[in-house]
């Protein structure tokens, strides 16, 4: 099977624009989780989307957006960026969601994000 | 929310020699504690995983100890080898937030 899959890989942009972020999970798989990773905060949850709904939020501002799409696919928006938003934001795919069972994580290789 | 806490940061063994790795959780309603390794650029790969219903899991060379009366849990690497040397993130699902808290990361050096 293959994996999780992220594009862009690299990317850069300007202050003050918007960018958005693909991720396609492993195929079967129907939860779709996003982490930014940076060297000071670490690994930091951002959302996770199950069936097409947000099932869960971390603590970013609302500047940071996703969506499902039926297919599984997700996708997460940065608008108005800012240079603290230069991250490696990876995305993890799992079998499923319920609200009482753990699911395995499998992470993508990530999209590195520069904001000059 | 909960808080995951991991020690050491760093890490340098002698090949052939073991390494333990160990983080401390908060929300005692956490229930799943996943391992991650890291290497150089790469994603992070799942190793191993522990339920709050077991107490040891092993894996070949790769042990994971859980004990949820002290709310910590452990990583245990027997005969290392340079390429177990990457960085090793622990993580606990929380029961009530669910979502995943990380530990900052313990970069492991297998020395030859």
């Known amino acids: 099977k293959a994996g999780v899959t992220q594009t862009p890989r690299y990317l850069i942009k300007t202050r003050g624009q918007q960018v958005t972020l693909s991720c396609s999970p492993i195929?079967?798989?129907?939860?779709v989780s996003w982490y930014q990773q940076t060297p000071g905060q670490g690994l930091q949850f951002l959302f996770e989307?199950?069936?097409?709904?947000?099932?869960n939020k971390g603590n970013f501002p609302g500047r940071f957006s996703g969506r499902q799409f039926s297919n599984s696919r997700s996708e997460m928006n940065v608008s108005t960026l800012e240079l603290g938003d230069s991250a490696l934001y990876l995305c993890?795919?799992?079998?499923?969601?319920?609200?009482?069972?753990?699911?395995?994580?499998?992470f993508g290789p990530g999209t590195r994000l520069t904001v000059t | 929310g909960e808080n995951v806490e991991q020690h050491p940061s760093t890490l340098s063994v002698q090949e052939g020699d073991s390494a333990v790795i160990k983080c401390t959780y908060s929300?005692?309603?956490?229930?799943?504690f996943p391992w991650y390794k890291q290497e150089l650029g790469k994603r992070p790969q799942l190793i191993i995983d522990?339920?709050?219903?077991?107490g040891e899991k092993k894996d070949q060379r790769i042990a994971v100890t859980l004990n949820k009366t002290a709310k910590h849990f452990s990583l245990h690497i027997t005969e290392t080898q340079p390429e177990d040397s990457a960085v090793y993130f622990c993580?606990?699902?929380?029961?009530?937030?669910?979502?995943?808290?990380f530990g900052s990361g313990t970069q492991l050096t297998v020395l030859p």
């Open positions: 993890a795919s799992s079998l499923d969601w319920t609200p009482w069972t753990a699911y395995e994580q499998y």
């Open positions: 929300d005692s309603a956490s229930n799943y």
């Open positions: 522990i339920r709050s219903n077991v």
């Open positions: 195929s079967g798989h129907r939860s």
């Open positions: 993580a606990a699902l929380s029961g009530s937030a669910r979502q995943l808290t």
């Open positions: 989307y199950f069936s097409e709904t947000q099932r």
